[in-house]
């Protein structure tokens, strides 16, 4: 197991280079970089993806004749368009700077971002408990109530409560998250109707002033309705993959073997099946945990008012803040590559029999 890991983790290397590649090059592409930004912004233009729109008769009229490569240097002299360009580093070319990227990631050195007068890896450690709250909670609830509802689904299989739990969780799955957020705000958040839990942020502006469990308790009634609200969509596909995966180990001879020999029903569910059974459901454990993590929490973060990397990610995009794009990209595909590494140490903790170098091999 040691070199299989070992060989996983040398692998990691060549993935997150193939991933920086490809973005960076596509990001050579996109019309509107940071310097076309602030050009923009300072000839009154609000933003420059408004040049790109057509939208504007004047636009459109500067724009006729020039040959400038940025929409918006129009009456601005070219001397400080190439200060702009040297101070974000656009006077290398396109490989030194990518080059000189991967150098200072090597040292851990992520930059500074264009816009915030801070460092990536402070931004994102400064956003980082929003996100971890919201997916290390979603992900450990839908866990703590798919599995053994899904287990009693497959037990009870055609069984009324079966019927039941199974329209539940497809309602639930049809609902989608941003809505089903709304509707908990208008119900619980003083929308219309009661005014349980807050409207916004992870803690009350006096949190500082509160003792330890005061703080506890502050913390778990802010993020009570954006973690259910997450939970939702992955509580309902989580459960039907958890049922499915034991119905077809339940099926098998060796459960009847089993059964045959006088195991009790438990022993045979717990001490044969579930072991089989989990794999699949420890299988999607990194695309759960990564979706919640980072995919399904822009809208919970915007909708409650939350400060995450969901967020960070996609202001960091409109604003073509390179250094905070790469930067999170780099940070996020790191995790999600050694997420699926400790996947596969679950699988050999679920079952010993299990492997992977004489699989290899």
């Known amino acids: 197991m040691g070199a299989y890991i ?23 592409f996109v019309p509107g970089g940071p310097v076309e930004q602030i050009i923009a912004q300072m000839e009154g233009g609000g933003d420059v993806f408004e040049a790109f729109s057509g939208g504007g008769a004047d636009v459109q009229t500067q724009a006729a004749g020039t040959s400038d490569s940025y929409v918006g240097s129009r009456g601005l002299p070219p001397e400080f368009i190439a200060e702009l360009e040297k101070e974000f580093g656009f006077d290398k070319p396109p490989l030194q700077r990518f080059v000189d990227m991967l150098w200072n990631y090597m040292r851990l050195d992520f930059g500074e971002s264009y816009f915030r007068s801070i460092s990536v890896i402070d ?46 969780i497809i309602v639930a799955y049809a609902i989608p998250g941003f809505l089903f957020a709304i509707l908990l705000l208008v119900l619980f958040a003083g929308g219309s109707y009661w005014q349980i839990f807050p409207l916004r942020g992870l803690t009350s502006d006096n949190w500082s002033e509160l003792g330890l469990l005061g703080k506890i308790g502050d913390y778990f009634w802010h993020i009570a309705l954006p973690v259910v609200a997450l939970t939702i969509s992955a509580f309902a596909t989580l459960t039907l993959l958890t049922k499915n995966s034991f119905l077809d180990e339940i099926k098998k001879h060796y459960v009847m073997t ?46 409650f008012s939350l400060d995450g990397l969901g967020r960070l990610g996609f202001e960091a995009a409109v604003a073509r803040d390179y250094p905070v794009i790469f930067g999170t990209l780099f940070i996020f595909g790191l995790m999600s590559l050694v997420v699926g590494i400790l996947s596969d140490i679950m699988y050999v903790l679920v079952d010993p029999r299990i492997d992977f170098e004489k699989r290899e091999g």
């Open 6 to 28: 070992a060989r996983r983790l040398l692998l990691v290397i060549p993935t997150l280079l193939g991933i920086m590649i490809i973005n960076f090059t596509l990001v050579q």
């Open 123 to 168: 931004l994102v450690l400064e956003k980082m408990p929003v996100s971890i709250s919201l997916g290390l909670w979603s992900t450990l609830i839908a866990y703590l109530v798919s599995i053994p509802l899904g287990i009693r689904k497959a037990v009870k299989d055609g069984s009324t409560f079966d019927t039941w739990t199974s329209g539940a």
């Open 258 to 303: 089993a059964r045959a020999k006088g195991l009790s029903e438990r022993k045979v569910l717990y001490g044969h099946v579930f072991r089989n059974a989990m794999l699949i459901v420890i299988a999607g454990f990194p695309a759960v945990f990564i979706g919640v993590f980072f995919s399904g929490s822009l809208i919970i973060e915007t909708i």
